[in-house]
């Protein structure tokens, strides 16, 4: 799987399971966490079988990006428009979560494929919240305006305590990822990939792709950043989205790559490392058996109770040269 | 660029064939004990001259040589700092396995980035020449892997970075 996928893989088993097994009453409470600290609750009691309450805790905002009511912007609109009459939003949410979504699943629709595709943008709740205002934003950019009361420079929580950076204009949206990394490996691994997103662009066919710059220094367009937000071990990534990119069905997929961009690259850097290992594995077992060929054949010498102390002549042994 | 590389590989291999004429000796200054001369170097009769061969400033081979132990030094080459982090990594991972070679030294000697350590013990029970075949074919695997290694992280950030944009199109 080389792309990350936007609904939840288990949260979708779980929905589809619940759904499939309505009948049966059962008691469900799960926490999982999954990729940049985001935590998932599910819970269904058995007196109301059909309801199903899910809670969403999202990652720690850095000082520069502002969640309201716990919320980034634009996010109860977001889940309102996504999934209708069957959610109900739980005010105050569960405690220790930023979300607490109440499902009632009688309501879903009948038609197989309908419920479906439901179950599945129910799952992918992630996408939805964290990734609101960045849909507000690109949405206006395709009617080419700029959204009312948005500064000249935003910022959205990515992973815990950072951000990512976005100047929004009629015409066009920058984006600009500070990218860090915690271990040296990482950094030099990642450096090496970031800089072939400048070069894999020049090739033909994705010449319509966002343009993509990497360097090392923080680029003009977070001349207001503060210091915190301009440290960044691995450089910064910039691209540059037109409206041809979120147009129509473009808009979600624009939405989740962005949002996740930085644990796309985490992800490929850690699956570097492990191949890395496997493979330095199998080339010292070669070397070993490399190795263990300079030694001469030894005799075998077994000692087991039935041998006996004088070796049995055979008509083999009559046929052997003068050597051994 | 193959015959600058078999040129040092020749020289190193002729080196060590003339250097590994080991023989058991047991310690002078401490009765009953039988240690590696080139790694104490108390008494200079027990030792010859090292040799460095150079392939250039960044490659180079230290072979020095006593009359019971033999040891040899190689620092590889690194060009960028992805190369500087593969081949410091995967000689770190081969030293943590020395016990499984043998001749491998735990550590390496200061300046270098690994070290053999090859004793009469091994000498006599390994065939001279394909202990000399093992340590020269080891230099040309070391190379090969940290190139093949640069190689495919090179690859998967391509293909990572296409399939990243082509979601755009």
Same mark, same amino acid.
């Given at each position: 799987?080389?792309?990350?996928?936007?609904?939840?893989?288990?949260?979708?088993?779980?929905?589809?399971?619940?759904?499939?097994?309505?009948?049966?009453?059962?008691?469900?409470?799960?926490?999982?966490?999954?990729?940049?600290?985001?935590?998932?609750?599910?819970?269904?009691?058995?007196?109301?079988?059909?309801?199903?309450?899910?809670?969403?805790?999202?990652?720690?905002?850095?000082?520069?990006?502002?969640?309201?009511?716990?919320?980034?912007?634009?996010?109860?609109?977001?889940?309102?428009?996504?999934?209708?009459?069957?959610?109900?939003?739980?005010?105050?949410?569960?405690?220790?979560?930023?979300?607490?979504?109440?499902?009632?699943?009688?309501?879903?629709?009948?038609?197989?494929?309908?419920?479906?595709?439901?179950?599945?943008?129910?799952?992918?709740?992630?996408?939805?919240?964290?990734?609101?205002?960045?849909?507000?934003?690109?949405?206006?950019?395709?009617?080419?305006?700029?959204?009312?009361?948005?500064?000249?420079?935003?910022?959205?929580?990515?992973?815990?305590?950072?951000?990512?950076?976005?100047?929004?204009?009629?015409?066009?949206?920058?984006?600009?990822?500070?990218?860090?990394?915690?271990?040296?490996?990482?950094?030099?691994?990642?450096?090496?990939?970031?800089?072939?997103?400048?070069?894999?662009?020049?090739?033909?066919?994705?010449?319509?792709?966002?343009?993509?710059?990497?360097?090392?220094?923080?680029?003009?367009?977070?001349?207001?950043?503060?210091?915190?937000?301009?440290?960044?071990?691995?450089?910064?990534?910039?691209?540059?989205?037109?409206?041809?990119?979120?147009?129509?069905?473009?808009?979600?997929?624009?939405?989740?790559?962005?949002?996740?961009?930085?644990?796309?690259?985490?992800?490929?850097?850690?699956?570097?490392?492990?191949?890395?290992?496997?493979?330095?594995?199998?080339?010292?077992?070669?070397?070993?058996?490399?190795?263990?060929?300079?030694?001469?054949?030894?005799?075998?010498?077994?000692?087991?109770?039935?041998?006996?102390?004088?070796?049995?002549?055979?008509?083999?042994?009559?046929?052997?040269?003068?050597?051994? | 660029?193959?015959?600058?590389?078999?040129?040092?590989?020749?020289?190193?291999?002729?080196?060590?064939?003339?250097?590994?004429?080991?023989?058991?000796?047991?310690?002078?200054?401490?009765?009953?004990?039988? #240690?590696?001369?080139? %790694? =104490?170097?108390?008494?200079?009769?027990?030792?010859?001259?090292?040799? /460095?061969?150079? $392939?250039? *400033? @960044?490659?180079?081979?230290?072979?020095?040589?006593?009359?019971?132990?033999?040891?040899?030094?190689?620092?590889? #080459?690194?060009?960028? %700092? =992805?190369?500087?982090?593969?081949?410091?990594?995967?000689?770190?991972? /081969?030293?943590? $396995?020395? *016990? @499984?070679?043998?001749?491998?030294?735990?550590?390496?000697?200061?300046?270098?980035?690994?070290?053999?350590?090859?004793?009469?013990?091994?000498?006599?029970?390994?065939?001279?020449?394909?202990?000399?075949?093992?340590?020269?074919?080891?230099?040309?695997?070391?190379?090969?892997?940290?190139?093949?290694?640069?190689?495919?992280?090179?690859?998967?950030?391509?293909?990572?970075?296409?399939?990243?944009?082509?979601?755009?199109?």
């Amino acid at each position: 799987m080389i792309l990350l996928q936007s609904h939840s893989r288990f949260l979708l088993q779980t929905l589809l399971n619940r759904v499939q097994n309505l009948e049966k009453a059962i008691e469900l409470d799960h926490h999982w966490v999954e990729f940049d600290d985001v935590r998932f609750h599910v819970q269904v009691s058995v007196k109301n079988q059909h309801i199903l309450q899910l809670s969403l805790s999202l990652p720690t905002p850095p000082l520069e990006t502002v969640f309201i009511g716990g919320l980034p912007f634009g996010a109860i609109e977001a889940i309102k428009a996504a999934y209708g009459v069957i959610v109900q939003i739980l005010d105050p949410p569960r405690d220790g979560f930023n979300l607490t979504l109440k499902l009632n699943l009688s309501k879903l629709p009948q038609n197989e494929e309908h419920k479906h595709t439901l179950l599945v943008k129910i799952a992918s709740v992630r996408e939805v919240v964290l990734g609101a205002p960045l849909r507000v934003i690109l949405k206006h950019l395709a009617s080419r305006t700029v959204a009312p009361d948005i500064n000249q420079f935003v910022a959205l929580v990515h992973r815990p305590n950072e951000s990512f950076f976005l100047v929004p204009q009629a015409e066009k949206v920058t984006v600009v990822f500070p990218m860090r990394f915690k271990d040296s490996i990482d950094i030099v691994l990642a450096t090496s990939f970031l800089q072939e997103f400048m070069e894999s662009r020049r090739t033909t066919g994705l010449s319509n792709a966002p343009p993509c710059l990497w360097s090392h220094s923080p680029p003009l367009e977070l001349k207001g950043a503060t210091d915190d937000a301009l440290s960044a071990n691995a450089g910064f990534v910039t691209f540059v989205i037109f409206p041809r990119h979120v147009e129509g069905k473009k808009l979600d997929r624009t939405v989740w790559n962005l949002s996740t961009f930085h644990a796309y690259v985490n992800y490929h850097v850690k699956c570097s490392e492990g191949f890395i290992h496997s493979r330095m594995r199998r080339r010292v077992e070669s070397m070993i058996q490399a190795l263990n060929c300079a030694k001469p054949d030894q005799e075998k010498t077994k000692k087991t109770p039935h041998t006996r102390s004088f070796k049995r002549l055979s008509v083999k042994d009559g046929r052997t040269n003068s050597s051994s | 660029m193959a015959n600058p590389l078999k040129l040092y590989l020749t020289c190193i291999r002729n080196t060590l064939e003339a250097a590994m004429c080991l023989q058991n000796f047991p310690c002078q200054e401490v009765e009953r004990h039988n #240690k590696p001369e080139v %790694e =104490l170097k108390t008494s200079p009769e027990l030792l010859l001259n090292p040799v /460095l061969i150079c $392939r250039n *400033e @960044a490659e180079k081979c230290l072979i020095e040589t006593s009359i019971n132990s033999l040891r040899i030094s190689l620092k590889v #080459k690194q060009a960028d %700092e =992805l190369e500087n982090i593969l081949a410091k990594k995967f000689l770190r991972f /081969l030293s943590m $396995r020395a *016990e @499984a070679f043998q001749v491998l030294r735990r550590k390496p000697v200061q300046g270098y980035d690994i070290s053999f350590l090859i004793t009469n013990y091994h000498c006599e029970e390994m065939q001279k020449q394909k202990l000399i075949d093992f340590i020269v074919q080891f230099m040309e695997d070391i190379d090969k892997e940290i190139s093949e290694l640069k190689m495919s992280v090179s690859t998967r950030g391509r293909l990572v970075a296409s399939e990243f944009l082509k979601q755009f199109l």
